[in-house]
């Protein structure tokens, strides 16, 4: 699919087409000093040009191609050939390996390996193993009994297209020896570009580009507000504010309640449990001990409880040793 022989282009006569990642304008200018300094020594990849087009149109390297641009270079190139889904693959491998990318430019590319890969599934569909059917069967049956559910729909599709990667197309390796991506990071990146960058394009980009949107964990914690009109508000809210703003903090401000941890005691409960907490690291010898003293803090109004429960369990413990 790709040739060997490195041309050197103008970077007038290459196209930009589409592309799947973001353009970074002082990382295209660094690239350029850095070419003009010490010679491009990665090639950027370009197809040739149809009807209608520039003689070449850009495959992958748009900082590499603006960069020469800016310096005023020629561009070294290697052609490509391939139908759309091919030119994609190779744009989206060749940027996967790169490791500055944050979490939301990294679902971009995952998401467009995933189409790949999905895509050459579905091509093949005749020549399938009946597991690999029913395995898609499956997804498109659980597809079709989401009625309104964004987020349930998002969690589906992302471990569908995790599970089709890893399974039929060997991702879990390829990722582990290649960019170190657990199937949980895959399924992550996958649920970003679901609950972010689709339902909200006008925001992923300056989100990308805000401190809170460097780091996977807040941007999942984001992607996983519930309601996408509140998520809309939460992240408008932190593109709004100065950097130092906490996702708990922008929820508060425009109106949304924390949710109380499941399972959490509180109240009543949440004495006891510090209580019995301490009581474990008790030994015998210290329950022994202390013994009055527990009795003592029991209230006067609860003693017949305490005595019965106490009776209950001696009498459990002389049946057990019967």
Same mark, same amino acid.
């Given at each position: 699919?790709?040739?060997?022989?490195?041309?050197?282009?103008?970077?007038?006569?290459?196209?930009?087409?589409?592309?799947?990642?973001?353009?970074?304008?002082?990382?295209?200018?660094?690239?350029?000093?850095?070419?003009?300094?010490?010679?491009?020594?990665?090639?950027?990849?370009?197809?040739?040009?149809?009807?209608?087009?520039?003689?070449?149109?850009?495959?992958?390297?748009?900082?590499?191609?603006?960069?020469?641009?800016?310096?005023?270079?020629?561009?070294?190139?290697?052609?490509?050939?391939?139908?759309?889904?091919?030119?994609?693959?190779?744009?989206?491998?060749e940027n996967m390996h790169r490791r500055d990318f944050g979490p939301i430019e990294k679902a971009l590319f995952v998401r467009a390996l995933a189409d790949v890969y999905e895509e050459?599934?579905?091509?093949?569909?005749?020549?399938?193993?009946?597991?690999?059917? /029913?395995?898609?069967?499956?997804?498109?049956? *659980?597809? &079709?009994?989401? %009625?309104?559910?964004?987020?349930?729909? =998002?969690? @589906?599709?992302?471990?569908?297209?995790?599970?089709?990667?890893?399974?039929?197309?060997?991702?879990?390796?390829?990722?582990?020896?290649?960019?170190?991506?657990?199937?949980?990071?895959?399924?992550?990146?996958?649920?970003?570009?679901?609950?972010?960058?689709?339902?909200?394009?006008?925001?992923?980009?300056?989100?990308?580009?805000?401190?809170?949107?460097?780091?996977?964990?807040?941007?999942?914690?984001?992607?996983?507000?519930?309601?996408?009109?509140?998520?809309?508000?939460?992240?408008?809210?932190?593109?709004?504010?100065?950097?130092?703003?906490?996702?708990?903090?922008?929820?508060?401000?425009?109106?949304?309640?924390?949710?109380?941890?499941?399972?959490?005691?509180?109240?009543?409960?949440?004495?006891?449990?510090?209580? /019995?907490?301490?009581?474990?690291?008790?030994? *015998?010898? &210290?329950?022994? %001990?202390?013994?009055?003293?527990?009795? =003592?803090? @029991?209230?006067?109004?609860?003693?017949?409880?305490?005595?019965?429960?106490?009776?209950?369990?001696?009498?459990?413990?002389?049946?057990?040793?019967?």
């Open positions: 699919m790709a040739g060997d022989t490195i041309l050197e282009l103008e970077p007038n006569t290459i196209g930009q087409g589409n592309r799947i990642g973001l353009f970074w304008a002082d990382k295209a200018k660094a690239m350029g000093a850095l070419m003009k300094r010490d010679g491009q020594n990665d090639p950027i990849k370009v197809r040739k040009g149809r009807k209608g087009e520039e003689p070449w149109v850009l495959v992958a390297g748009l900082h590499r191609l603006v960069g020469a641009m800016l310096e005023g270079l020629k561009v070294k190139a290697i052609v490509v050939e391939g139908d759309a889904l091919q030119l994609r693959l190779v744009e989206a491998s050459q599934f579905r091509k093949g569909y005749g020549d399938a193993s009946d597991q690999e059917i /029913g395995q898609r069967k499956r997804w498109e049956a *659980e597809r &079709g009994l989401v %009625q309104n559910g964004a987020e349930k729909l =998002a969690e @589906i599709e992302a471990d569908n297209s995790a599970a089709t990667i890893a399974a039929l197309y060997g991702w879990q390796d390829q990722a582990a020896s290649a960019l170190g991506m657990s199937p949980r990071s895959l399924r992550d990146y996958l649920f970003i570009h679901r609950a972010i960058i689709v339902p909200l394009p006008d925001h992923y980009e300056d989100l990308a580009r805000h401190p809170i949107g460097e780091k996977r964990k807040t941007v999942m914690e984001l992607a996983e507000i519930g309601d996408v009109e509140n998520r809309r508000a939460v992240i408008d809210c932190l593109l709004e504010y100065p950097a130092g703003l906490t996702i708990a903090a922008a929820k508060e401000i425009v109106g949304i309640k924390a949710a109380a941890a499941k399972g959490k005691a509180t109240g009543q409960s949440k004495f006891m449990d510090n209580a /019995g907490s301490n009581l474990d690291r008790l030994s *015998e010898s &210290g329950w022994r %001990q202390f013994a009055p003293r527990l009795a =003592a803090a @029991i209230k006067p109004s609860a003693l017949r409880e305490v005595r019965d429960a106490i009776d209950a369990r001696l009498a459990e413990i002389e049946g057990d040793n019967a």
